[in-house]
């Protein structure tokens, strides 16, 4: 097995070439038309807003920072631009059933109108009404059938005082009521005189008072329904003056709107309950609460005939985009507002306030999934909704009981809209395996992807993308060095170098921030020089901790070795990621082995500071000792790996290529080389496969190396399948051409060990036996002299007794 060689220093990084660009700045550059490297996302997205069937709502799905909001907005608004613009809702009051407002749909722009003319309407009959009722034709005629029925109880009372005079008998009306007294010569009789009266006089008397008595009493009893016959009267005359009154001003509302013939309906019911509630319209004056300056509750009259215009979309053009960002409850289904009057809360359908679901009724909605499931109950209410295809407004508080107070039951909206929410995969993974209606309403997916090929074409898109950026921000234009620093710079974001990254926010941070520096240089164009200083002070700002611990490194509280040699140690590499700035750090890993059953211990795991995934790279590293080491023999040994100086969690699989090679190392009591540091996962075979991070993970040995000083021997060893990601800084990358650092490219576990032990791994015969001198060779005769060591221990008991 030939030794594996080093990369040469154009295989750590790609370079573009600015030459390759035809322009000279971007300015030369027209807009970018297309969405860049997101033609999945927008099939999809195009898809989901053609089609109109129920459920084809649409989840965009991908990280934050690739413009899913704004692409999503682009193409809903393109789309609604083609469309017409949605009907009006209003809100009227029900006189059948005040506790449920009814809605109405209108024409676009007629709900503002009808709104217009109620209001008008109100005013007229604020004037009309009160001066029919209180006109000299209405009173006269009021007081006429006031006379009549004067005159008819004059009249039937006239005729009991004169039949009561025939018979001697005076009728006397008191304060009290009616009194019957007899007459003598026209003088009423007193009581000692008519004591005095012959006996049979008294009776006649007597008896002739007591008939007037039941006839007046009969009377009496006669006169309250005269006066409801009358009181009648008067109202049916107050709705005869009233219908004339507002016969007029209904009848120009009913021509305007005779094309809708549910305004017609709803104008009927306003003429009845006008005609039966007139007196309401009647000027008041103040009263005790006004004077004392408490306000009273407005008329009735003066809400019950208003609409509440909930949509209105006279200027809407097209059809309606609609983005909430706080998608609480009532934000999305709307509320019902509550004031309060006399120390309680009271409402009507005025009050009744919309959500977003019913302003981008008949268009589009665009939701943050993260947001909508974070406000208690929205989730649900937009599902609701969705399901029911309507909107129905309700107050929680209420339908939780946690408040009482008098309510509202608004009939519900039809819904017809098409809902974008945005959200990582995580929550649409999550939603897809454990909310069942999730699928049935989200039914395309639009995967927005965070990387795309790097070819010569997108190359040119992505400097289109630039141009356009500029100009939106009004930065300045660009150079092709710029252009060509930028493609880098996306390379190593997308961490390989032959894609480019999608995550156009990070660019256009990083174009804003080379803008500052080429302005603060004095220069009219940004350079390569500029968005590289803009690369430098992004990570300055972040890199205190990376610092901080490079500091520890070279004073020596982080004990790392960047020479010589150690028996079971190796430079392992690990990645933290802190607040999105990532950094390197190479970790000392250590391995012992003795005598044992076959174990192989994870410290980290033990202490419940290791993760699943580093869990099972120890595992699989086990079982790779197990297959080549003991097929014919019991694997006797106890083995520990440990993270030395690791104080918190360890995840991922990445150092189990170092921990194996220490392991190996500790078994064949051979030294490993300290000049270098391995990355890699190992798999049952030896195999060594891809790691994240790689960039990084050197760079974090490169600036301890070089910090101590570079003497041509520090290395790093990473998977060879992670050669095309390699995106170093130049520094690196000059450190390497001038063979001062390098990097190896590594496909086994037998390569590892190799260069890091300077012996051959060995390659076994046909026997299974490998040559002498090899590092298998070394471990093999290892494990089989701890093997010898276990059987003569088991055997030792049995042999004593035999002895005895």
Request: with cysteine; aromatic share 6%.
């Amino acid at each position: 097995m030939s030794e594996p060689q080093a990369l040469d220093a154009q295989a750590l990084c790609w370079r573009c070439d600015p030459q390759q660009f035809e322009f000279q700045t971007t300015r030369e550059l027209e807009d970018l038309r297309a969405i860049l490297g997101q033609a999945r996302a927008t099939t999809a997205i195009n898809f989901g807003l053609e089609i109109r069937k129920k459920g084809f709502n649409i989840y965009a799905l991908g990280p934050t920072g690739l413009g899913k909001r704004s692409l999503v907005e682009e193409f809903a608004k393109r789309k609604a631009a083609a469309e017409e613009p949605p009907v009006d809702w209003c809100y009227v009051h029900n006189f059948e059933q005040p506790h449920r407002p009814r809605i109405l749909q209108l024409p676009t722009g007629r709900g503002y109108q009808f709104r217009q003319e109620m209001d008008d309407l109100i005013e007229d009959l604020r004037s009309a009404i009160p001066a029919a009722l209180e006109s000299d034709e209405f009173r006269g005629r009021v007081q006429a059938l006031q006379q009549e029925f004067v005159e008819r109880r004059e009249q039937e009372f006239a005729e009991v005082s004169e039949k009561a005079a025939g018979q001697e008998i005076q009728l006397i009306r008191t304060p009290g009521g009616f009194a019957l007294a007899p007459l003598h010569e026209g003088e009423v009789l007193g009581p000692d005189e008519f004591e005095k009266l012959p006996k049979p006089e008294q009776e006649r008397i007597q008896q002739a008072v007591a008939s007037l008595e039941n006839e007046i009493q009969a009377l009496l009893s006669q006169l309250p329904q005269w006066r409801k016959e009358v009181t009648e009267k008067i109202k049916n005359l107050k709705r005869e003056v009233t219908r004339l009154a507002i016969g007029h001003s209904l009848k120009l509302l009913k021509e305007k709107n005779t094309d809708l013939p549910q305004l017609a309906e709803y104008f009927e019911a306003v003429e009845r309950d006008v005609i039966e509630h007139a007196e309401e319209f009647h000027r008041r004056e103040e009263g005790p609460m006004e004077i004392l300056g408490i306000p009273a509750a407005e008329r009735p009259s003066l809400h019950r005939y208003q609409v509440n215009l909930l949509v209105d979309n006279r200027q809407t053009q097209g059809g309606p985009v609609v983005e909430e960002h706080h998608p609480s409850f009532q934000n999305l289904v709307g509320r019902i507002d509550h004031r309060s009057h006399m120390g309680s809360l009271v409402t009507d359908f005025t009050l009744i306030k919309p959500g977003a679901l019913h302003r981008a009724n008949g268009g589009y909605l665009v939701l943050d999934m993260l947001k909508l499931l974070r406000q208690p109950f929205a989730w649900e209410a937009l599902k609701r909704c969705l399901v029911a295809k309507e909107i129905k407004i309700e107050s929680l508080g209420e339908s939780l009981s946690l408040i009482s107070s008098d309510t509202l039951e608004p009939e519900p909206m039809p819904l017809d809209v098409k809902v974008v929410v945005l959200g990582d995969r995580l929550l649409y993974y999550l939603l897809y395996e454990y909310d069942p209606e999730f699928s049935e309403l989200f039914k395309v997916a639009a995967d927005f992807d965070e990387r795309m090929d790097r070819s010569a074409e997108c190359c040119r898109l992505y400097a289109q993308f630039i141009a356009s950026l500029a100009r939106r921000e009004k930065l300045r234009p660009a150079d092709r060095s710029a252009v060509a620093r930028v493609l880098e710079y996306s390379a190593r974001v997308a961490e390989d170098s032959e894609k480019l990254s999608t995550h156009m926010r990070t660019i256009a941070e990083l174009l804003c921030e080379a803008d500052h520096w080429a302005g603060d240089a004095g220069a009219e164009l940004i350079a390569a020089e500029h968005v590289q200083r803009a690369i430098d002070q992004q990570d300055y700002r972040s890199d205190r901790l990376r610092e901080r611990v490079q500091e520890e490194i070279q004073l020596g509280t982080f004990l790392i070795d960047t020479d010589g040699e150690q028996v079971g140690q190796v430079n392992g590499l690990s990645v933290l990621d802190l607040g999105g700035f990532r950094f390197g750090r190479p970790s000392r890993i250590t391995a012992t082995a003795r005598l044992g059953k076959g174990e192989v211990i994870d410290v980290e795991r033990e202490v419940e500071l290791g993760g699943a995934i580093h869990s099972k790279g120890v595992f699989i590293l086990s079982s790779f000792m197990a297959s080549r080491y003991a097929q014919n023999q019991p694997l006797s040994l106890t083995a520990n790996l440990v993270f030395e100086q690791s104080y918190g969690m360890i995840e991922g699989d990445s150092a189990s290529v170092a921990e194996l090679c220490a392991l190996l190392s500790a078994l064949a009591n051979l030294p490993l080389k300290q000049s270098m540091a391995v990355t890699g996962s190992v798999n049952q075979h030896g195999q060594v496969q891809a790691i994240g991070g790689v960039n990084e993970k050197i760079e974090g040995f490169f600036d301890v190396c070089q910090q101590r000083g570079l003497n041509g021997q520090q290395a790093v060893l990473i998977p060879r399948a992670n050669v095309r990601h390699l995106m170093l800084r130049h520094d690196v990358i000059q450190a390497a051409a001038e063979g001062k650092f390098r990097v190896f490219p590594v496909e086994t576990v037998d390569e590892a060990i190799t260069l890091l032990s300077g012996v051959a791994a060995g390659t076994p015969d046909p026997q299974g036996e490998y040559p002498e001198g090899t590092v298998n060779y070394q471990v093999m005769q290892r494990l089989r002299e701890l093997t010898k060591l276990r059987q003569q221990y088991a055997q030792g008991p049995s042999d004593e007794k035999a002895n005895d």
